[in-house]
């Protein structure tokens, strides 16, 4: 998998309104209702992982989800974060603030 350039990764954010680009990776951050809720979406988000064989790096504290998207292999963002950051939007229904 190649890694995307920056260019490609911001047009690529623009279907991603909830998710930015920093420290080489693409990060969201979802709130929840309470900890039911945020530990419920990342059971969900677990599968979807597996199923892709793609992790992220994600903390969770009360109703708050914080990811970051990168493969390590390909040292940056690849089209496999951009997959898996769909994926986890269609699992997550953040509250809005």
């Known amino acids: 998998m190649n890694k995307l350039d920056e260019n490609t990764i911001e047009k690529?954010?623009?279907?991603?309104?909830?998710?930015?680009?920093?420290?080489?990776?693409?990060?969201?951050e979802f709130e929840f209702e309470n900890f039911k809720d945020c530990f419920s979406a990342m059971s969900r988000?677990?599968?979807?992982?597996?199923?892709?064989g793609h992790h992220p790096d994600?903390?969770?504290?009360y109703n708050v989800l914080k990811i970051s998207l990168t493969t390590h292999?390909?040292?940056?963002?690849t089209d496999k974060d951009f997959k898996l950051a769909h994926a986890i939007?269609?699992?997550?229904e953040p509250e809005d603030e």
Request: net charge negative; hydrophobic share 55%.
């Open 73 to 77: 292999d390909a040292d940056g963002v």
């Open 89 to 92: 939007e269609h699992i997550v």
């Open 12 to 28: 690529k954010l623009l279907q991603l309104p909830m998710w930015d680009y920093f420290d080489n990776a693409i990060h969201a």
């Open 45 to 52: 988000i677990a599968f979807e992982c597996e199923a892709l």
């Open 58 to 61: 994600w903390s969770n504290v």
